[in-house]
Structure formats: structure tokens, C-alpha cells
């Protein structure tokens, strides 16, 4: 997500400060912008309730998106969420990492995914826990003003 608002690689610049010591030609007082160049961004969770996954909707067209920076998906069709995994990262399906221009696109983006994606067992039934209330989510001031 950093690399789509800031322009660089954070992994790549850890991984080069780690072998030489140097992060590069970076000046990070310059490029990493706290307030994220004017941009509004989130992570979108998608959990799932103890199951057996059988299909999973909404992921198909996310390449096409230019507000998705990224999904990083770590389940998938046939995988079982047991009773133990409640409560911990193992209940997580993916993470969706959007980027927009502006609070409504945000707000668009976070509605659209929560109403699109869909992770069902062989009943039909499903598993996603129900998300957020996002207009009122997005009514908070993070500013710190």
C-alpha cells in the first residue's frame, strides 16, 4: 500500500537496509508523507466463522480496480475454519488493502467490497462475520486537531 502512495517499496528498502545497512537513495523525511499525500486509505478485514469454505465470490475482479493496492488472500476454496481458530489470525480469509482519492471513494470502495464479497459453505450459508458500519466508521476525526 505504501508503494502506491508514497512511490516506494518499504519491503525492498528493509530488505536492502538489512544486507548493506543503507536503505538507498531514499530520503525518507522527504517521501514518506504522514498524512498520506492527501489520500485516504484502509485495510479491509474479511473474517469467517468456524466452516468449511466451499466458494468464494468477490475477489474475481479486483486487478481491474485501481482502488484495491492490494488482497492478500490466506483462504481459499476447501480450507476449514475450525472451532479453535475463533479469535485468532487463522479466521481470516484476506485482507484488502484500498487507496482512494477521497473519503467517499473510500467509503464506496469499503461498502462495495463488504456487500460483494461472499464466502459460503456447502449449505450455502455465509461465513463472513458481519463487518462495520461504514458511514459512521468514516464520521470519526483522525486528524489528531
Keep these: 500500500?505504501?508503494?502506491?502512495?508514497h512511490g516506494f517499496?518499504?519491503?525492498?528498502?528493509?530488505?536492502?537496509?538489512?544486507?548493506?545497512?543503507?536503505e538507498g537513495e531514499i530520503d525518507l523525511r522527504k517521501v514518506d508523507?504522514?498524512?498520506?499525500?492527501?489520500?485516504?486509505?484502509?485495510?479491509?478485514?474479511?473474517?469467517?466463522?468456524?466452516?468449511?469454505?466451499?466458494?468464494i465470490e468477490g475477489f474475481e475482479n479486483l486487478s481491474g480496480d485501481s482502488r484495491v493496492a492490494a488482497n492478500v488472500q490466506r483462504?481459499?476454496?476447501?480450507?476449514?475454519?475450525?472451532?479453535?481458530?475463533?479469535?485468532?489470525?487463522?479466521?481470516?480469509?484476506?485482507?484488502?488493502?484500498?487507496?482512494c482519492e477521497n473519503k467517499s471513494e473510500l467509503a464506496d470502495a469499503l461498502k462495495h467490497y463488504m456487500n460483494t464479497v461472499k464466502v459460503f459453505d456447502a449449505e450455502g450459508k455465509n461465513l463472513l462475520l458481519k463487518?462495520?458500519?461504514?458511514?459512521?466508521?468514516?464520521?470519526?476525526?483522525?486528524?489528531?486537531e
Design 131 to 144: 463487518g462495520f458500519d461504514v458511514d459512521k466508521a468514516l464520521e470519526l476525526n483522525f486528524s489528531g
Design 9 to 22: 517499496d518499504q519491503t525492498e528498502m528493509l530488505i536492502r537496509f538489512a544486507l548493506t545497512g543503507s
Design 1 to 5: 500500500m505504501l508503494k502506491k502512495i
Design 33 to 55: 508523507y504522514v498524512r498520506l499525500r492527501g489520500k485516504f486509505a484502509a485495510t479491509l478485514w474479511f473474517v469467517a466463522k468456524s466452516g468449511k469454505i466451499f466458494k
Design 75 to 99: 483462504l481459499y476454496e476447501g480450507d476449514e475454519i475450525l472451532p479453535e481458530y475463533v479469535g485468532t489470525e487463522k479466521q481470516v480469509v484476506s485482507r484488502m488493502y484500498l487507496v
